[in-house]
């Protein structure tokens, strides 16, 4: 998993009040828990923004008060008209205890029904994924190349070694759909089998002749 260096301000007073002020001052509040005492601190907006807008996961490295905490992103919450982060929850983590991130799905290929004229569609562009931190991987990839169309891959087709997917077996992750356009190729090439004579069905019509 990819890290990242998060420099975060403790804070003083928790409370309401408080938190717009440091809103206004374009920053973050948050609580870091998960290692026992939980712990309240804000961090620069635009830093953030840097790690949450990016589709990967990280490992992240909060620097606060002269200490340093392993931890991940467990929650971020927008504010439902600007969109900008309101508030931050961080899970430390702990040697020998899982924890819970949802690791982006990638695909790699170009799907043989993609080429016949169907269409990829993702139905998850992350997957929630449980394990040790030092076994997540950055993503998860699906090779593609041999769907054809009406195939699909599913959540029981994956496995992220030492780590539990946290979805049923049968969700589809990815599938190849019909579209229009190759329906319409289909339909075409039918009729044109239906147009040409068969050597069976021209003797046929020769014996009828004589």
Known sequence: MKTASLSGSPRESVGKKDANQLRENHRVPGVLYGGGEQKHFSVKELDISKLVINPDVFRIKL???????????????????????VHLDL???????????????????????VIDGGRMQMLFRRVPVRGLIDDLPEEIVIDVTELVIGDAKRVGDIEVPN????????????????????????????????EGATPEEGAENEEKAE
Not at 98 to 109: E, H, M, S
């Open 63 to 85: 620097e606060m008060g002269g200490d340093s905490f392993d931890c991940v992103i467990q929650e971020v919450q927008f504010h439902p008209v600007t969109e900008r982060i």
């Open 91 to 113: 899970l430390q983590t702990v040697p020998g205890k899982p924890v819970q991130v949802a690791l982006p799905l990638r695909t790699t290929g170009t799907a043989a029904g």
């Open 163 to 194: 780590c539990k997917v946290l979805l049923n077996d049968s969700n589809l992750l990815v599938a190849v759909k019909r579209t229009r356009a190759a329906m319409s190729a289909e339909s075409e090439g039918e009729e044109e089998g239906e």
